[in-house]
């Protein structure tokens, strides 16, 4: 069904504030689900938002903290989450960041003991769209068997990048699992199959039931490359930001543990960033302009799918799955009656 952007909006913020979250922060945690949603992004999307709520609850996640910051050396600030909303002490993070990074060229931000992130392209198009370059890190709990595996050992360690461009800046966001646990688990949600290949299931066997695929483990993308920089997006982050790293990281897809895996944010201020802007710009469109093997699938850039699906969202209202409203008008109702 279609559901105008701003009531969608409007009806999530409410929620979160129910639980005492503070109007900003439930803007914010609130933000990157609309922002998923409107860009045909679902698995990190709105139907995460029960989980959020049920770790509020089960007092998993403090929805007031920000994060105890510290500054361990000139360009590398070392974060706490305190059990923090994710989307919120990743903004902090930023916020305290970029500054630094304008005057010293590169500021990095480690964040443990927070919840989960979202879309990590949220966070990469924020740094890029005031002119700067991001890389963003994340691990997860362990989803993806290694390659030649059959057991989950390796998080799906998203990584984003966003680079300053026009029209709208470059911004490549991707796991290095070949799908998300999200999105098995909103093929689950719907009673839909999954393709032959994305998964296996609890006894390692390859499976299309999406219910037994999360019980199992996910494929790497591109095979050993994929299983390869999955190990090494894990290491890295895991060792900078002090957290969790394997089959110890918890919290991020339950309401049992709390979250102890790792992000990583690294902030770059290009030298000559006009000069760079244009130049990147120029290359897109080159790349856009080329023949494509299908006429009627033109030559797209990372990130060109997502902005047109946002511009339908904000034009037409935001395409949301009936089982999906139908819960969300339940946790609102929830909501209520707990206030009162």
């Known amino acids: ?66 994060g105890a910051q510290t500054w361990t050396a000139r360009c590398f600030l ?53 002119g700067l370059t991001c890389i ?34 470059m911004v490549l966001d991707m796991a290095t699992g070949l799908v998300s646990m999200g999105k098995i688990h909103d093929h689950a949600n719907r009673g839909a199959p999954i393709p032959l290949g994305w998964a296996l299931d609890e006894k390692g066997d390859p499976t299309t039931d999406a219910s037994a695929a999360k019980k199992g483990a996910i494929a790497p993308f591109g095979g050993p490359k994929g299983y390869a920089l999955g190990i090494a997006f894990e290491v890295l982050v895991a060792s900078l930001a002090a957290s969790a790293i394997g089959t110890d990281v918890k919290g991020t897809l339950d309401s049992v543990h709390v979250s102890n895996k790792g992000d990583l944010f690294i902030v770059i201020a290009p030298p000559h960033a006009e ?31 997502a902005h047109a699906a946002r511009a339908q969202s904000i034009k037409r209202g935001m395409f949301i799955d009936d089982g999906l409203w139908a819960d969300l008008q339940k946790l609102s109702q929830e909501s209520k009656k707990e206030m009162s």
């Open 275 to 305: 000069a760079a802007k244009a130049l990147v710009s120029d290359y897109l469109e080159t790349i856009r302009a080329a023949a494509p093997a299908d006429p009627a699938h033109p030559v797209l850039a990372p990130g060109d799918r």
């Open 78 to 130: 070392s974060v706490d989450g305190e059990r923090g909303l994710g989307p919120v002490v990743a903004m902090a993070a930023l916020d305290t960041i970029i500054p630094r990074a304008r005057e010293d060229g590169i500021a990095i931000a480690a964040i443990r003991n927070t919840n989960h992130l979202g879309a990590l392209a949220y966070y990469a198009e924020h740094v890029a769209t005031r």
């Open 136 to 169: 963003a890190l994340t691990i997860s709990e362990a989803l993806v068997h290694p390659w030649g595996g059959r057991k989950a050992m390796i998080g799906t360690n998203p990584i984003a990048i966003g680079v300053p461009a026009d029209p709208t800046p």
């Open 1 to 66: 069904m279609l559901v105008a952007v701003e009531e969608v909006r409007k009806l999530a913020e409410s929620i979160l504030l129910a639980h005492g979250v503070p109007a900003s922060h439930a803007k914010t945690q609130a933000g990157l689900f609309i922002e998923a949603e409107m860009r045909a992004i679902p698995s990190h999307g709105l139907l995460r938002l029960r989980r959020v709520i049920e770790r509020i609850r089960a007092g998993l996640s403090v929805p007031g903290a920000t």
